[in-house]
């Protein structure tokens, strides 16, 4: 089972940018779609991005289409979410997911929080 690690997490001021990455351990990522998801205070967790193994395909929630973009080094065994034009309503801890393309077994971060001022 693949072991997923987050960073870039942060402080910004609205209008600011930040790139988180999501970096596997354990497994081969290129056999992993990735998803990332965040959970606002008081709230339920929620779609953010989705990339498939190959990176041909994304796909975003419609409140960051146009602001974040998701993208992946199977070399590196990292996927990013670049994140510009920050909201106060972006604040929350981001999580990545992955799952396995054989069997759907999938795996999380341990999140990385986003603060967004205003």
């Known amino acids: 089972q693949v072991q997923l690690v987050e960073s870039g997490g942060g402080l910004v001021q609205a209008g600011g940018s930040l790139r988180l990455s999501c970096t596997a351990s354990?497994?081969?990522?290129?056999?992993?779609?990735v998803n990332w998801f965040r959970q606002a205070p008081g709230k339920e967790r929620e779609f953010v991005a989705y990339?498939?193994?190959?990176?041909?395909?994304?796909n975003y929630a419609d409140s960051v289409k146009g602001r974040f973009t998701i993208s992946r080094d199977n070399a590196k065994n990292t996927v990013f979410l670049q994140m510009n034009s920050l909201k106060p309503e972006d604040t929350a801890v981001y999580y990545c997911?992955?799952?396995?393309?054989?069997?759907?077994?999938?795996?999380w971060g341990q999140g990385t929080q986003v603060t967004v001022s205003s």
């Open positions: 354990g497994r081969t990522f290129s056999n992993y779609a």
């Open positions: 997911n992955s799952v396995r393309l054989s069997d759907r077994l999938d795996s």
């Open positions: 990339i498939s193994w190959s990176g041909s395909i994304t």
